[in-house]
């Protein structure tokens, strides 16, 4: 029987992936975003579900989590990324108390908040053997400003998810990625020499791909990975090495 899945901000690059791997494996799939267009174009190429909704606002998260069906088998809290890169970068003043504050809220909202209130609102829908996989990031080890700290946070609170989940038979898990290209994720203010910079930080000197996202999150979604919990699994090629 396919499994539902739950995959947030699965309109394109690394949600879009993740979309398509658990698709072609013959799940169920579900994608969330805020843009409808963008949302209804994504689900109609890929053969999924799509429902507009913004992680960050608890009703339209319960609305999500009634509708969804009996059972949510994997959820995928891949919705975020660096809102700095939405702001105008000439209007960023870091001296600006205001826009200061505002600024560290938007990157918790989006990386944080939208995982806890995600997952909060569909926990009662995971049957024993389910995943909760949540997309992090090595800015988290990098001191990448208010976008690392959400996704340390991330990383911490996915401790007491697992903890919480973990007698029900659910595995709740981080994924930390490196440089993935082929994704909006810094806008246009990648340059080339960044670019090269990234790529040569990797020990395959490559940089990551989506699909590389995809495959692991499909791993510790498979019984293959019941017995892998509380962890943050680093996809970097080796940008950041652990022991």
């Keep these: 029987m396919a499994r539902t899945v739950l995959v947030t901000g699965g309109s394109n690059g690394i949600g879009r992936a993740i979309a398509a791997r658990f ?27 799509g429902v507009v909704c913004d992680g960050t606002v608890p009703a339209q998260l319960s609305a999500l989590a009634r509708d969804l069906g009996p059972a949510v088998h994997v959820l995928v809290n891949n919705a975020g990324g660096n809102t700095d890169f939405e702001v105008d970068a000439t209007q960023q003043r870091a ?15 989006a990386n944080l908040m939208t995982a806890v209130l995600t997952t909060q609102a569909v926990a009662d829908l995971m049957p024993p053997g389910g995943s909760v996989i949540s997309i992090g990031s090595i800015g988290a080890e990098r001191g990448a400003g208010s976008y690392g700290a959400a996704k340390a946070a991330l990383a911490a609170w996915n401790l007491g998810v697992s903890a919480e989940l973990g007698p029900r038979g659910v595995t709740a898990n981080v994924i930390s990625a490196g440089y ?64």
Excluded: M, Y
């Design 180 to 243: 993935i290209e082929g994704t909006d994720f810094f806008r246009d203010r990648l340059t080339s020499a960044r670019r090269e910079s990234l790529v040569a930080a990797t020990h395959d000197r490559r940089p990551g791909r989506p699909q590389d996202i995809a495959e692991t999150v499909l791993f510790l979604a498979s019984p293959g990975a019941r017995h892998i919990t509380g962890q943050t699994i680093h996809v970097n090629g080796g940008a950041f090495a652990t022991r």
């Design 23 to 49: 698709a072609a494996a013959g799940e169920r799939v579900v994608i969330t975003g805020r843009d409808p267009d963008k949302l209804k174009a994504a689900a109609a190429e890929l053969g999924v579900d």
């Design 95 to 109: 001296d600006d108390l205001e826009v200061l504050a505002a600024g560290w809220r938007a990157n918790l909202d």
